[in-house]
């Protein structure tokens, strides 16, 4: 490996650079704020946008400066691609983040042969017929290489880079000054939260083990699905640096988004069921709806990808969330307000009022809680992740004593980025009556809900 290729695991070498991001970033937000005391409402308002895109360009800028975390970070907080950075910029943020995520270290493939070998404690030439040494993938943390057993079985081998473990560890010291940074695009975040939850989940994303028993925990549950599809995880093969699964192949985001309008709606249909339907029926789910996990199969399948970031909650807290939802959804403002309190995301009660919280829950998830079909684009996005976290929701005076306990935040994560995954494909749905046979158990509304109903009563006979 070369040293520009090495990827750095000293914490002052990355503080250096993060820091002098951070507080460059300060010092113009604060000339910002001063000068705005002289400007009109209009001039005060493109002069904060303006600064507010400056601290994305930072965030984005310090990540890719990182390597270890990075792409792993600028996955778990992409709301910057769900439209907190204003309209006229959305679109170059989605291509730099894209960026982000497919970018990886010039490794040698020699040097990712010695990881494999080591955990595989053989020659390559004694596990697979094939390997073919120019990889397929970028994965947050590695590369994924495409291979063949012998038997002809073709598989996909995904591997660590040498050293990120390492490397990661560092970055997250660094967590903290990212934070501050993305604060100042959304400062009713709560980073105290968002920090140990973020630390947690890219802890277990580096122990490929874990991942493939979450891989394996899916493909169980979803065994013989009729629309999705987990791929196998070759358990002998798989170790905490590697992971070998089944080999599928199929279309990508950006292909789907030019399919007809019917076609987009089926598959924003499925990825919404995958995606959030996982949390609630059955208390596991991945953490990761982002464009490049999953793929539409040739028999009109959707194969989902990637399971390192993954979350398991606990029944009391999916219960509790599906008895606010029945509350909310029944109009039981009283009922929603006592919960709210009882399970402190209320500090102080004094501040809200019971209709107050429903107008706040209804502005940040009509696009599926109001019975009708919805036309989702990058637009409602934007609206939606402004009164989910923004200063600039209309509910931000009462938002700054609300807090999000960490054994929700990535329920909440899922249920924003699915939204602007749905978004981006232009999906139309009615969101409601899809949720409702989670939340009250009613029959199907679609022709995909027959589908899986009858699926699942088959895993219960």
């Known amino acids: ?50 600064r507010q895109v400056e601290a994305a360009e930072q965030i984005v800028a ?21 439209g907190l950075v204003p309209e006229p910029y959305r679109e170059e943020f989605q291509r730099k983040l894209g960026e982000l995520r497919d970018a990886a270290p010039n490794v040698r493939f020699e040097d990712m042969r010695k990881v494999m070998e ?94 493939a028993q979450n891989q394996r925990s899916m493909a169980r549950i979803y065994r013989r699905h009729p629309f999705i599809v987990i791929p196998d995880v070759v358990t002998r093969l798989s170790r905490e640096r590697v992971i070998v699964q089944e080999f599928v192949t199929g279309r990508g985001f950006e292909e789907l988004k030019r399919l007809p309008q019917d076609e987009r709606d089926r598959i924003g249909e499925i990825a919404f069921r995958f995606f959030v339907g996982s949390l609630y029926r059955h208390r596991q789910f991945s953490g990761d709806p982002h464009p490049g ?4 199969l040739d028999d009109g399948r959707m194969a989902f990808l990637d399971f390192g970031l993954f979350k398991r909650m606990s029944d009391e807290a999916v219960e509790f969330e599906l008895t606010c939802q029945r509350a909310y959804i029944e109009g039981d403002a009283e009922t929603l307000m006592r919960l709210f309190t009882e399970q402190g995301f209320i500090t102080d009660p004094s501040r809200f009022t019971p209709e107050g919280l429903m107008a706040q829950i209804d502005d940040s998830t009509w696009w599926w809680s109001r019975d009708e079909t919805v036309a989702l684009d990058p637009g409602i996005a934007t609206k939606i992740a402004i009164e989910m976290s923004d200063p600039r929701s209309s509910h931000f005076h009462q938002m700054r004593h609300e807090t999000l306990p960490s054994e929700h935040l990535f329920a909440r994560r899922v249920e924003m980025l699915t939204m602007a995954v749905l978004s981006q494909l232009r999906a139309r749905g009615n969101f409601h009556r899809i949720a409702l046979e989670w939340i009250t158990g009613a029959p199907p509304a679609t022709e995909l809900g027959e589908q899986e109903a009858l699926f699942y009563a088959r895993a219960a006979a």
Not at 64 to 76: D, E, I, N
Not at 123 to 132: N, R
Not at 293 to 296: E, K
């Open 1 to 50: 490996m070369s040293p520009k290729d090495k990827i750095p695991t000293s914490r002052v070498r990355r503080s250096a650079k993060v820091g002098r991001l951070a507080a460059g970033q300060a010092a113009r937000q604060l000339g910002t704020k001063t000068a705005n005391l002289a400007r009109s409402d209009e001039a005060a308002n493109a002069a904060l946008e303006k």
């Open 118 to 211: 080591a955990d595989l404690e053989e020659p390559l030439e004694d596990v697979f017929e094939d390997f073919a040494e120019e990889p397929i993938a970028a994965a947050s943390i590695g590369q994924v290489y495409r291979a063949t057993l012998p038997g002809g079985r073709a598989v996909a081998v995904k591997v660590q880079y040498p050293g990120v473990n390492d490397a990661v560890r560092a970055d997250m010291q660094n967590l903290g000054i990212i934070l501050r940074l993305m604060k100042r695009v959304a400062p009713g975040i709560d980073v105290k939260a968002i920090g140990e939850e973020v630390r947690a989940r890219i802890y277990e994303e580096l122990d490929y083990e874990l991942e």
């Open 293 to 296: 996990n999953f793929l539409l």
């Open 62 to 82: 310090a990540l890719g400066t990182m390597k270890g975390a990075a792409m792993k970070l600028g996955q778990v907080m992409s709301f910057l691609d769900v």
